[in-house]
């Protein structure tokens, strides 16, 4: 596949779609490599006229790792966190909005709808309120504002998604496993999918790219970022709110802050959805997307 120097890194892109049309990025949340965007909604995109890049995010897939950087010290995030003081971390969200649109300029195109999901939204987010000149529409998905009134995790979500998973390199089973078990705690209740298919997939991915160290680095980033609504407020593009009503990872109170704090978001409820992608949302997700660009064009 091919890679672009951007933002001082190198990414790993794909393309889809015919070169003129217009651009769609879409960015993908906490240590997700670029396949886990579906290619059933690339597909969509790509026969609706749209150029869809997908791409690995800095530390994750086949993108430049930040291995200088160790491990973050998340105690030491969470106390200056706590204290309003900067946090030891690697980078910041900002950053990877960075490389975005670094990714943008190395491509020379010039503004793209800008899609993200869970952390991805995040950055999208980013995006649209710090690079506008880049933007043609924002859509955030499953995603939240940082807002420390709103609800956290469970405790029992929390619990999982920190446990140290086995080594994929020493039982890549036992990590398949653990994979399946944060799946299914957060899969859409309504829709379906084999765990064939997804045990393939999450095998596909750690032969592709098995690096944790990536993963932690988003996580602190996640946790070192500041409240985003005084930006989100200055977002001009069309933007789209999607959050799975069923989403036990973020709940969907966060989505309907996320539109609020954007002027003129719509937001949409997507009943069965929980936090992650099933192949049978992927038109109701293309049409979504469709239609936001169409409010950029008019």
């Keep these: 596949m091919p890679h672009a120097h951007a933002n ?10 015919p070169e003129d049309g217009d651009a769609i990025v879409l ?24 150029r869809v890049i997908r791409y690995d995010a800095r ?4 993108s430049e790792k930040m291995d200088a950087a160790g491990l973050p010290d998340m105690e030491a995030v969470a106390t200056a966190v706590a204290q309003g003081d900067p946090a030891p971390v690697a980078y910041h969200l900002d950053d990877m909005a960075a490389d975005a649109v670094g990714l ?23 995006v649209a309120a710090d690079h506008p000149d880049h933007v043609l529409s924002l859509t955030s998905i499953m995603s939240t504002t940082a807002n420390p009134d709103l609800p956290a995790t469970s405790p029992e979500l929390t619990e999982q998604f920190t446990r140290t998973p086995p080594d994929a390199h020493e039982d890549p089973e036992g ?19 084999d765990e064939g298919f997804m045990r393939a997939q999450f095998a596909a991915d750690v032969e592709r790219s098995y690096y944790p160290a990536g993963s932690a680095r988003h996580y602190a980033a996640i946790v070192a970022a500041p409240d985003r609504r005084p930006k989100l407020r200055t977002i001009t593009a069309p933007t789209l709110v999607l959050h799975g009503e069923q989403d036990p990872l973020i709940p969907p109170v966060c989505g309907r802050d996320t539109a609020d704090s954007v002027p003129g978001a719509e937001f949409r409820l ?29």
């Design 270 to 298: 997507i009943p069965g959805m929980g936090h992650d992608l099933p192949p049978q949302l992927s038109g109701l997700l293309a049409d979504a997307i469709e239609e936001v660009a169409r409010r950029a064009r008019a």
């Design 59 to 62: 530390d994750v897939g086949l």
């Design 104 to 126: 943008l300029d190395a491509l020379h195109v010039p503004k793209a709808h800008i899609v993200g999901a869970s952390m991805g939204g995040m950055v999208a987010q980013l």
């Design 8 to 17: 001082g890194i190198t990414i790993e892109y794909e393309s889809h779609g």
């Design 27 to 50: 960015i993908m949340g906490m240590g997700g490599q670029l396949t886990q965007w579906p290619l059933g909604l690339i597909e969509l995109l790509a026969a609706k006229g749209f």
């Design 175 to 193: 990590f398949v496993d653990h994979m399946l078990s944060h799946w299914r705690l957060t899969r859409s209740p309504a829709y379906s999918v």
